[in-house]
């Protein structure tokens, strides 16, 4: 029942919209590391998961990422694998530095949904307009509405994808 009661209290000013990329060449990532300013965001993803019986190990993955600036429209994060040894996550700069804590845990969490998932976008949406799913592009129709009431019913439609 409470999945069609997503509640939207607060205007979402933010917009962000996310890339996917097709890795095509070899790149060498094996010095990059996971930003500690992303690691809590990737820790309590991972812990998530781990309710949902899905292991998530970045390590043995090779789960990389790195805070940079994208400048592409409302690009504020993208994920780039070839599906098994390449799954590189981008978050822009310029959006990390001023998004709220939500906001960061969504975009994170959708690339993760992509990279480590392998989550494609979702653009459904509810009768009140938001959007079913945080894999949503971002370039459709329906509103975001990531708010604290609304997390564990995205953060459960993220693991258990439900039509
Ligand atoms: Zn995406």
Request: with cysteine; glycine share 6%; proline share 2%.
């Amino acid at each position: 029942m409470y999945r069609s009661m997503l509640l939207f209290l607060l205007p979402i000013v933010v917009v962000t919209s996310c890339q996917e990329d097709i890795a095509t060449e070899e790149s060498d990532l094996s010095n990059v590391n996971i930003p500690s300013s992303l690691t809590p965001y990737f820790e309590t993803f991972k812990e998530k998961a781990l309710e949902y019986n899905i292991a998530v190990d970045y390590e043995s993955e090779n789960v990389t990422a790195e805070i940079k600036l994208i400048n592409e429209g409302t690009v504020a994060g993208s994920c780039t694998t070839n599906g098994h040894d390449i799954k590189h996550i981008v978050i822009d700069q310029s959006f990390w530095s001023q998004a709220s804590h939500l906001v960061k845990e969504m975009v994170v969490f959708h690339e993760l949904g992509h990279c480590v998932l392998g989550r494609g976008h979702r653009e459904d949406s509810f009768s009140n307009g938001i959007c079913r799913s945080i894999m949503r592009s971002g370039l459709g129709e329906c509103r975001d509405a990531y708010i604290a009431e609304n997390r564990d019913y995205f953060i459960e439609e993220l693991f258990v994808v439900s039509e």
